[in-house]
């Protein structure tokens, strides 16, 4: 007697599980269209990179960036979608520090010279008065 | 080294009136102005780091040429200072009256400026500038002592040759030792620079340069061969040739 509302619960769970499993949306995969998305970003982020010569300016880290990013496409290529598209992620946040690293880099070198130029004016100006002052001197 | 290639590169040297140091050109300033144009061009081609390192070289080059002038300018002033007492003093010894009246001044005078001269050449310039000014202060009181009417003579022997030239601005043939030497009051030969050189080294604003002479710098020229020299050389005046 005791066992049949027991089972009779068991069963209710089991077909609820099943119900709820069933009805759970699947998520539809594009992988395609993400690729495409995240490839574009990368090629994006190392052209905007190269605009700020981060080539040069931190060689290193543009440098392993652009292997990623060639690593990412060698993975598109063999149709590889979820592995490239972790490769070209990767590449584009990578191409995003040396864009920002070259941009830091940058601005401190334009700070540095223009504060040259300052320097450059006032030594011009101390000189340009005392070679004034010699003159009128010499001239009396 | 050959006098006459000595002679030869004044001659050169005297087609310029007056020359100035270019302190613009100095060493710290140039390169100041190369290292600035390094940091730009490490700058266009992407090399910031070196960029940023140049710029802070080229600002330290030009804190250094500020501080070089400035030094330049306590030496220009002390160099003046002397160069203004020497030639107040010869000035107020140039007439005979005065400097007899004023003898202790005088004296006191060229003592002062003594020590002017020892610190400039010690390079203490703040302490040669007012020790020259000292100089100066003894003579702020000298005034012209009028000479007895002259009854004797009226007019200085023929024989008697100037003592003092005082230097003018020309627009051609310019005063420097070499067309100086040359005149008929002096020695009447250009060869003789150096006599006039020599002997007024002290009141050149650079000794070692002969040819940094400047309109009204008055020139002591000194007896060479025994000949008498009084007053100033008159430019109209046909003096007879050096014996």
């Known amino acids: ?23 759970t949306p699947v998520e539809k995969l594009d992988p395609a269209g993400d690729l495409k998305v995240v490839r574009t970003a990368a090629t994006e982020s190392r052209a905007k990179a190269l605009e700020f010569k981060a080539d040069i300016a931190v060689p290193l880290l543009f440098t392993d ?39 830091l880099k940058k601005d401190a070198a334009i700070k540095a010279l223009e504060t040259t130029g300052k320097e450059r004016i006032l030594a011009e100006e101390t000189i340009q008065a005392i070679e004034t002052e010699q003159k009128e001197a010499g001239d009396e | 080294m050959n006098k006459k290639i000595i002679s030869l590169m004044l001659v050169i040297f005297c087609l310029s009136a007056i ?18 144009k390094q940091a730009r061009e490490a700058l266009n081609a992407g ?3 070196e960029a940023a390192i140049k710029a802070n070289l080229s600002s330290e080059e030009y804190r250094k040429s500020i501080e070089y002038a400035e030094t330049l300018k306590l030496k220009f002033r002390a160099a003046n200072a002397i160069n203004l007492a020497q030639r107040t003093i010869t000035d107020v010894s140039n007439v005979k009256t005065t400097a007899d ?28 500038r007012a020790k020259a000014m000292e100089s100066l202060a003894f003579l702020k009181d000298i005034r012209r002592v009028e000479p007895e009417p002259k009854q004797k003579t009226t007019s200085v022997s023929k024989n008697v040759l100037p003592r003092f030239y005082t230097v003018v601005a ?28 020599k002997n007024n080294k002290d009141s050149m604003k650079n000794p070692d340069n002969p040819n940094l002479i400047f309109p009204g710098m008055v020139i002591e020229i000194p007896s060479i061969n025994g000949e008498t020299r009084e007053g100033n050389l008159d430019p109209n005046k046909d003096y007879s040739a050096l014996q």
Not at chain 2, 172 to 187: A, E, H, L, P, Y
Request: hydrophobic share 40%; glycine share 2%.
């Open chain 1, 65 to 103: 960036a652009d292997s990623t990013l060639t690593q990412a496409k060698k993975l598109d290529t063999a149709n590889e979608t979820e592995t490239a598209l972790v490769e070209y992620k990767k590449a584009t946040s990578m191409f995003t520090n040396a864009f920002n690293e070259a941009k």
């Open chain 2, 101 to 128: 009246f004023y003898a202790a001044e005088i004296s006191q005078a060229k003592t002062t400026l003594a020590e002017a001269r020892k610190l400039f050449d010690a390079e203490n310039w703040l302490e040669s």
């Open chain 2, 19 to 36: 020359s100035a140091q270019n302190l613009q050109d100095n060493k710290h300033q140039k390169a100041g102005r190369d290292y600035e």
């Open chain 1, 1 to 23: 007697m005791k066992k049949a509302p027991f089972l009779t619960l068991l069963a209710a769970t089991a077909i609820l599980l099943v119900a709820s499993c069933a009805s």
């Open chain 2, 170 to 197: 020309r627009p051609t043939n310019t005063d420097c030792f070499w067309n100086i030497s040359g005149m008929k009051g002096v020695f009447g030969d250009p060869t003789l620079w150096e006599n006039l050189w």
């Open chain 2, 47 to 49: 090399n910031y780091d």
